[in-house]
């Protein structure tokens, strides 16, 4: 076909974590191959995150926190179901856990969302190119309703649907860390309504529950790839997004949102992130198999007569729709 196979944006998460974390999504976006970047308002280095943002023209997206450090909104003023007793968010599996049993106030969920849409025009001067969830956050039940809501309340079009095709079947993947994408992915199912009935795109294919940290190499995110690509016809140009987590391993106490860095942050499979997504192999054989780098918002500009980045499920591709 004439034009690229795979439109594949490459967001880099958790920008404005920490100036070391930092300096590596912006190395990567500078070798071309990050064209995306999700900020955390809360992070330790967010104002000088935002800074490089504008020094550099990246395009930056939201990435809403609930689940890690201190929050941004009224709940720091006093007690909120978001919130332990010593002031900080519950944590992944604290936060995921309070919302299956009913114990998290969404309007207390709104309010902080809202303030990191605000923290984050403070900090940009404008609104995100896409908001999508720290550890996945923002499809979990109930919450999904909340965050559709209150990007189109702010104009935000395009978000993230964590949906990775054949991510159960991935044999290099320690078990909890299977369990834990196939439950993410139980949840992107379900939020497809209300994300689809508030007028939020997303691409049509997702990549990076089976790539992360050790896991990330450039022959698993071409297989991760060419399995979004089975049954889809060859005239159909496919578009997807890469999630990552690169950067130069935090040192504490530099970092974190409030806790200092974690152990996810400071471990090496940072720099192994940074350096594949670097290494001009992976970009040469993305392009070799039609694969083009772009942003969300050349997506949006090169596909004028449809909706940008709604997924476009048609029986006939063999896919199972959400």
Not at 209 to 217: K, Q, V
Request: net charge negative; with cysteine; charged share 20%.
């Amino acid at each position: 076909m004439a034009g690229p196979r795979v439109r594949l944006v490459v967001t880099a998460d958790d920008f404005g974590y920490c100036p070391r974390r930092d300096e590596g999504i912006v190395e990567a976006f500078l070798a071309g191959t990050v064209t995306s970047v999700s900020l955390l308002v809360n992070g330790a280095a967010a104002e000088s995150a935002a800074e490089l943002a504008r020094r550099h023209s990246i395009p930056t997206g939201l990435h809403a926190n609930l689940s890690e450090g201190r929050p941004v909104g009224p709940a720091r003023q006093g007690a909120s179901s978001l919130l332990s007793r010593e002031g900080f968010f519950l944590g992944k599996m604290g936060f995921r856990e309070a919302v299956a049993a009913g114990d998290v106030a969404l309007p207390q969920v709104r309010e902080e969302l809202e303030a990191q849409l605000s923290r984050f025009r403070e900090l940009l001067g404008r609104a995100p190119t896409h908001v999508d969830g720290h550890q996945h956050v923002h499809v979990l039940p109930g919450v999904c309703q909340v965050f559709a809501e209150s990007l189109q309340a702010y104009g935000v079009r395009f978000t993230r649907l964590p949906l990775e095709r054949g991510v159960s079947g991935c044999a290099w993947l320690e078990d909890p860390a299977r369990a834990f994408a196939c439950t993410v992915e139980q949840d992107a199912r379900a939020a497809v309504g209300p994300f689809s009935r508030h007028g939020l795109w997303w691409t049509d294919a997702f990549v990076g529950l089976s790539t992360c940290g050790r896991h990330m190499s450039a022959h698993r995110v071409l297989g991760a790839l060419a399995r979004a690509l089975e049954g889809i016809p060859a005239d159909h140009a496919l578009t997807a997004e890469l999630m990552a987590h690169p950067g130069y391993p935090s040192v504490p106490p530099a970092g974190g949102c409030g806790e200092g860095p974690d152990a996810f942050s400071c471990s090496w499979e940072r720099l192994h992130e940074l350096r594949v997504l670097t290494a001009p192999t992976l970009r040469a054989q993305l392009a070799q198999d039609g694969v083009q780098l772009c942003a969300l918002d050349d997506l949006d500009s090169k596909r004028p007569q449809e909706s940008p980045a709604r997924p476009l499920w048609n029986p006939s591709w063999s896919l199972t729709p959400p």
